[in-house]
């Protein structure tokens, strides 16, 4: 029944990208990886779960994976949360993205594309000079459980060595592609030091809303230690203006509700790098 229901959304989800002119492309194409997004989740991280290909929830493998796989941080930690964006870096968004971050004096997490890091490292070198986080989000953005287990650890060291050219540093941080990933996978990063990152608040910003939704989304089910998903790059004729339209209004909202806005490794108390090996 989940596998259908996933089938009829992808199938609007394509009609509705084809009005709009839109092309899905496979997420493996390059720069072209946010057409082909993931399921909306659950902004609750008890309810959270990962697409229906998969039996094991997102809550489930938090339990099984404390502190190597995260949606949130312990509200106990106080009225703290962290803005995180996919895709990136994107000449399109990134940089309208960092202005506003840059502009409202806030530092967040940005998840790096290998594939897009290449060709775009003035872009990474500037989301980490003024400040913000870094983590790996693959370097081809393909869904993880697909393939091998040699093929993901070629996707996740590929792009650490990239960042870490461009940087100086590999990020300890991962996200996978659509919040996808198995027990096997997650064993391996444990096995590494890496901590998985999720989200608890999913902005949804990928299906090319207004602005108004974007905000309305990201702050919907948003409590202490909240992650909150969104974008700064996307596919191929994708419209993100929702997101950069958002971005301040989101900022000023979070702080008039007495939150503070932060980095994940500083919400989290983990570490941004990994370790230099010899």
Known sequence: MMQQRRKRWLAALAASLMLAGTVLVPAKTGDAVETQRQPAVAASASKATKPASAPVSWSDLQRRYRGVFVLRASSSGGRRVALTFDDVPDPRYTPLVLNVLKRKRVHATFFVVGSRAAKHPGLVRRIVNEGHAVGNHTYSHPELPKLSLGQVRREIERTGAKIKETTGFEPAMIRPPYGDIGPAQLDWAKSRGYTVVNWDVDSQDWRQIPS???????????RPGSIILMHAGGGAGQNLFGTVNALPQLIDQLRAKGYELVTVPELLHIP???????
Request: charged content about 35%; proline content about 6%.
């Open 212 to 222: 108004g939704l974007v905000l309305r989304n990201a702050l919907k089910g948003l």
């Open 272 to 278: 941004e790098r990994r370790p230099n090996r010899a």
